[in-house]
């Protein structure tokens, strides 16, 4: 809507979610495929945190989330690829660092 995003359950309307334009810091899209698929996408807020959604048709939502934030804030997830690295990256910094305490 005009005032936030608003996100509703299929299987029980009772849980809804609504989010105000201006409490979104940043929406992180998950696409797979070089951008052909989106199967998910997160709102990052100000203050609670991060929200993870999935709908029948993403790309629409995102297109129509784009008309509300700056299109800065619409940023990729990180692939599987990165984030393993960025893993291991951490792992082995953090050995080395223990490994230089004992000596």
Partial sequence: GDEGFEFFSDRDPRKFI???WKEVNL???SL???GKWTPRYAIQTKHNGMFKFSSKHPKEVL???RKYIDPDHIVRS???FQ???RNFKWLFGR???ILKIKR
């Fill in 83 to 85: 984030v393993m690295r």
């Fill in 63 to 65: 297109r129509m989330v």
């Fill in 18 to 20: 609504q989010i105000p």
């Fill in 32 to 34: 797979i495929f070089k």
């Fill in 27 to 29: 929406v992180v899209a």
């Fill in 78 to 80: 990180l692939t599987f």
């Fill in 95 to 97: 050995i080395g660092k």
